[in-house]
């Protein structure tokens, strides 16, 4: 595979990689990093790539597994759950709805917030996102309809405390 090849097949899934590995790691900086090494591990075995059949789904599981690697060694998940526990507690009433969805997808098991990032937010089909986590088709579904349903239980009671707060102004 030449460079113009790679560029072609390879290149043109770094911004989705980005993402899928932001939504992971959750620091710009060490998602940047990580998407430019995995893109030099994949520039390295360029030959051995026409080989695989679904190129980008095969980036994407090269993201996911760096990603999970980086965090098993510096234990950012323990830290950042910690963190974010607290930031949301401390926040009574969070100014965008997207940010609080957003904080809620990152309060959600390991599995649901990679599922649902790829089927929500990167629009994956159900067999892509099998092949990226390596998971079955009713596993994938099932950690998908879980993950929404805590989301909308959680939204549900966040605007219904909202309305009565709002109600009690009225009066």
């Known amino acids: 595979m ?3 090849t790679f560029k072609n097949t390879v290149f043109v899934f770094k911004d989705k990689m980005y993402r899928f590995a932001k939504s992971i790691l959750t620091d710009s900086d060490e998602a940047y990093d990580l998407v430019q090494e995995v893109m030099m591990k994949l520039w390295q075995m360029r030959d051995e790539l026409m080989r ?5 789904a095969f980036a994407m599981r090269c993201v996911r597994n760096d990603a999970m690697n980086k965090i098993k060694r510096t234990k950012i998940v323990q830290l950042y ?11 009574r009433y969070p100014s965008l709805t997207k940010e609080l969805i957003e904080q809620l997808i990152n309060k959600l098991p390991e599995k649901q917030q990679l599922v649902m990032h790829l089927r ?14 390596l998971m079955e088709e009713n596993a994938v579904r099932v950690n998908l309809m879980r993950a929404r349903q805590k989301i909308r239980g959680q939204l ?4 219904d405390y909202e309305k009565r707060q709002i109600k009690g102004i009225g009066r």
């Open 2 to 4: 030449n460079q113009d």
């Open 52 to 56: 695989i059949g679904n190129i980008e």
């Open 81 to 91: 759950h910690n963190t974010l526990v607290e930031e949301v507690e401390g926040e």
């Open 120 to 133: 929500d937010i990167e629009e994956y089909e159900i067999s892509e996102i099998c092949e990226v986590t």
């Open 156 to 159: 549900q009671k966040i605007f």
